[in-house]
């Protein structure tokens, strides 16, 4: 600056460097270095002067352009220790693992020394203080230190005053950390001597606050005024999180500072969290008016509901698109679902005074479906654990909605109503009651991890009656282990297979508009090996019974009823073979009945395209099903199922019976009936209908705990539709 002639420029004295920053311009007023530019090229100093267009950085508060200038600064020498940062940082065990090889491993790999100080006003003063010629320098390593080196400054005569008038200097062991601030600017006032006698001042800089972040580890516990032996039970840190970000700042200097004291890394596992954007994948942010109240959001769905449908959404290190109905979603199909579940549960055990401490039924005396579902419980067990264990919540989260959903709710207690509505308490009754106690209390224990509160009260509301554990809060409880030996992947391979099939059956119905409540008459099911065929024939009863048809027929699966097309997915496979891709698709679309059925059983399938060697996967392609005359057919997984869709008339008027059932039992229901209250039925006559209600009255009155049943010519009090016939109906209870 002192070799600058500032008159040369005294026209531009006092104006701002960009016109944002002046409320009196406006975009359309000459800038500050549009100006000079001018003056430059007009002295012939400047060759050209032209307008770019790019990014700018700007004030992420003011939206103001920022400036840029060099100045002196404190450095760390990190380099110095890189090589040793990037072994280390090979031990971690990083989620998701491409940020630690990528972002931070690279970040490492090209590393520069750490830029210490800062320019503020308030913060982490820098500990060095230097003579006015800067030749001598001191730093300061603890407060005992700097209560030594202020008494021989008081001494010296160098420093007349210290900056807090009551502290004590010979005693820096009881100081008062609430009357002494050591931030800057009280610490601008220390004055030191320097060994020749000179005054020190300290550097007016501050340190960097990730800085104080990476020290933690160290500074929560004092060290080193901690024996190693103690420090080495808390360090290092089991597992940390933060979010992407922190890769250049918490992470890096986290394991900057562990490396440079201790040759050690500071976490052994981490998680590089997301960024949560709005539904359409945007920044949020309260000036675009995107952003999402955390606390109302708590306020009016719960806490433990958005906490679950940000888990299960993505997995903690991806990008979450945030979309408030997702909470609701979640609120209402998995806890919803486990309420309705539970209070089924509560229902039945209080009208059968079931109490958690009847004698245990033998788990091999059990029915069937019984022990499939304990089977399921303990391999979702076995997976959720896992899944905890290797710091996967998504999975956890996933694998429980799943199992509560789709295997207990929909699955098992369905399927099992009927046991619960039995007289007395048979064996068959408390085996139901039993098991499905066991799965509610493990689902609270396996989800409380993600959902902490409503786990906590199924928990001890399950516990309550029972006294089957006697912990104060399922926190508190013992995580499930899982009991191997009554894990029987067979059987659950079995219920899977009968799960797809009804599926499949019911999809199809719902494609023709057929109400499962109408009896069909077959299914036929092709299957690819005697294996399957005897895991089918196993669960074949229940398939029948789930999707309201008399028969199941097997055909093998290259029958030449059944015609199969198959598609590539062009998404998977393109990626892998895009220079032979439509060579390839052409391949995939003439493969023949038996290819298709070899690749159904096998999982995969080999392909020479080009020259070249191919092997698809399942997942690869789209098998499509073609319909029979007078059926439908469709898959799933390696599973076919043909659907006969012709309606007899013996199975129109049993499909009547069934929808006269379902229209009384809403009566039932809509007139506060006890489950246990027997009723009288009168019916108004139809032609269309009388027939089939006739032939199925005992049937009927059985489903509706009804005594008696009557069709009368009289219009009754209450209007129904069967099977779109108009009819009127009493329901009385006796």
């Not at 840190?237 to 500072?257: C, N, S």
């Not at 979309?323 to 089924?344: H, Q, W």
């Not at 038996?594 to 159904?600: P, Q, V, Y």
Request: glycine letters at 4%; proline letters at 4%.
């Amino acid at each position: 600056a002192d070799n600058i002639n500032t008159e040369l420029y005294g026209e531009y004295a006092g104006r701002f460097v960009k016109n944002s920053y002046d409320e009196s311009l406006t975009e359309n007023d000459a800038t500050l270095d549009v100006d000079l530019s001018v003056m430059l090229k007009l002295e012939n100093r400047a060759f050209r002067i032209e307008r770019q267009v790019h990014n700018y950085p700007h004030c992420w508060r003011t939206d103001k352009p920022v400036l840029y200038y060099p100045m002196d600064s404190w450095f760390i020498k990190t380099t110095a220790c890189k090589e040793r940062m990037m072994e280390l940082n090979e031990t971690i065990n990083w989620k998701p693992q491409s940020t630690g090889t990528g972002r931070f491993g690279k970040w490492l790999e090209n590393l520069q020394d750490w830029n210490l100080s800062r320019s503020r006003y308030w913060g982490t003063p820098l500990p060095i203080w230097r003579t006015e010629d800067g030749k001598e320098e001191k730093c300061i390593g603890s407060v005992e230190e700097l209560c030594n080196e202020m008494k021989q400054a008081l001494k010296a005569g160098v420093m007349t005053k210290l900056p807090w008038p009551d502290l004590n200097l010979d005693d820096c062991k009881k100081l008062d950390y609430d009357k002494l601030d050591l931030h800057r600017p009280y610490s601008d006032d220390i004055i030191l001597v320097s060994e020749s006698g000179k005054p020190m001042k300290r550097e007016l800089d501050l340190i960097d606050v990730w800085f104080d972040s990476g020290a933690m580890p160290f500074a929560q516990f004092f060290y080193p005024h901690i024996s190693d032996e103690d420090f080495n039970k808390v360090y290092p840190a089991d597992f940390i999180a933060e979010g992407v970000d922190q890769t250049r700042g918490w992470f890096f200097t986290l394991h900057a500072i562990s490396t440079m004291i201790k040759d050690s890394v500071a976490f052994k596992n981490v998680i590089s969290n997301g960024l949560v954007l709005d539904k359409n994948g945007n920044k949020m942010s309260k000036r675009l008016g995107n952003a999402v109240d955390p606390f109302k959001t708590i306020e009016k769905h719960g806490s433990d509901p958005l906490r679950w449908y940000m888990i299960t959404n993505a997995a903690p290190w991806d990008n979450i698109k945030f979309d408030i109905e997702g909470v609701e979603e979640a609120r209402r199909k998995f806890f919803g679902t486990l309420y309705n579940t539970y209070s089924f549960f509560t229902l039945y055990a209080n009208v059968d005074s079931y109490s958690g401490k009847e004698t245990e039924i033998a788990l091999e005396k059990r029915p069937e479906i019984d022990r499939w579902v304990i089977s399921l419980l303990n391999s979702l067990v076995k997976e959720v654990d896992e899944a905890y264990t290797n710091y996967e919540p998504t999975k956890a989260g996933r694998a429980i909605a799943s199992f509560v959903n789709d295997n207990l709710s929909n699955w098992y207690v369905r399927l099992n109503r009927k046991r619960f509505w039995g007289g007395g308490m048979t064996d068959d009754k408390l085996s139901a009651y039993q098991t499905l106690y066991k799965c509610l209390l493990t689902v609270s224990k396996l989800m409380a991890p993600i959902a902490p509160f409503y786990a906590d009260k199924l928990y001890l509301d399950l516990i309550s009656v029972t006294g089957a554990e006697d912990f104060e809060s399922v926190h508190l409880a013992d995580f499930p282990t899982a009991n191997e030996a009554v894990i029987d992947t067979t059987l659950e391979q079995q219920m899977y297979l009968a799960q797809t099939a009804s599926s499949i059956v019911l999809a199809l119905r719902r494609k023709v508009n057929i109400k499962v409540r109408q009896p069909l008459s077959q299914i036929m099911i092709p299957f690819a090996d005697e294996v399957q065929r005897e895991n089918i024939e196993a669960i074949k009863s229940l398939i029948l019974n789930e999707v309201n048809v008399k028969e199941l027929n097997f055909v093998d699966s290259t029958n030449a009823m059944l015609v199969k097309r198959i598609k590539p997915d062009f998404k998977k496979l393109g990626p892998r073979y895009g220079k032979i891709m439509k060579q390839l698709a052409v391949a995939v679309q003439d493969m023949s009945q038996t290819d298709i059925a070899a690749l159904e059983k096998e999982g995969k399938f080999n392909l020479i395209v080009n020259g070249e060697d191919v092997t698809i996967g399942l997942d690869d392609t789209e098998i499509i099903s073609e319909d029979i005359p007078g059926w439908l057919v469709a898959n799933q997984d390696k599973l076919t199922v043909a659907l006969d869709i012709d309606i007899s008339d013996d199975l129109l008027k049993e499909g009547i019976a069934r929808e006269l059932v379902n229209r009384i039992q809403n009566l039932r229901k809509a007139q506060d009936f006890e489950i246990t209250d027997r009723i009288a039925i009168a019916i108004s006559s139809n032609e269309k209908l009388d027939a089939a209600i006739q032939e199925f009255s005992d049937y009927i009155k059985v489903q509706v705990l009804a005594d008696t049943l009557k069709i009368t010519e009289k219009t009754h009090s209450t209007e129904i539709d069967v099977n779109d016939e108009a009819i009127t109906i009493d329901v009385k209870k006796i």
